[in-house]
């Protein structure tokens, strides 16, 4: 297992850029995928983008292709996710998630940070 916690979400205007950053803790996390996920009252949790434990592999949602950017440092066990270029309806609570290698969906990351509050206003 893997224990995580979000960080760097806020408030900001539409256009403005953000960096979450998810601090890792735990021996899997080198050999782990790492995710973000983000979810809106009365919605499911959404897949935003999934980066492989090497870092050599990225994979993003349609909405957030070209706009965010998710990295790792494994030597300081954190994932990150640059949010540029932010839009209203880019507003969650924002989710990282450890998983196997290989993970891309919810199902197949089995932990899971608390979350951070992004809010982009217009």
């Known amino acids: 297992q893997v224990r995580l916690v979000e960080s760097g979400g806020g408030l900001v205007q539409a256009g403005d850029s953000l960096r979450l950053s998810c601090a890792a803790s735990?021996?899997?996390?080198?050999?782990?995928?790492m995710g973000w996920f983000r979810q809106t009252p009365g919605k499911e949790r959404q897949f935003v983008a999934v980066?492989?434990?090497?870092?050599?592999?990225?994979y993003y949602a349609d909405s957030v292709k070209g706009r965010f950017a998710i990295s790792r440092d494994n030597a300081k066990n954190t994932l990150y996710l640059q949010m540029n270029s932010l839009k209203p309806e880019d507003t969650a609570v924002y989710y990282c998630?450890?998983?196997?290698?290989?993970?891309?969906?919810?199902?197949?990351?089995?932990?899971w940070g608390q979350g951070t509050q992004v809010t982009v206003s217009s």
């Open positions: 735990g021996s899997n996390f080198s050999r782990s995928s």
């Open positions: 980066i492989s434990w090497t870092g050599g592999s990225t």
């Open positions: 998630a450890a998983g196997p290698d290989g993970a891309i969906l919810k199902r197949d990351f089995g932990s």
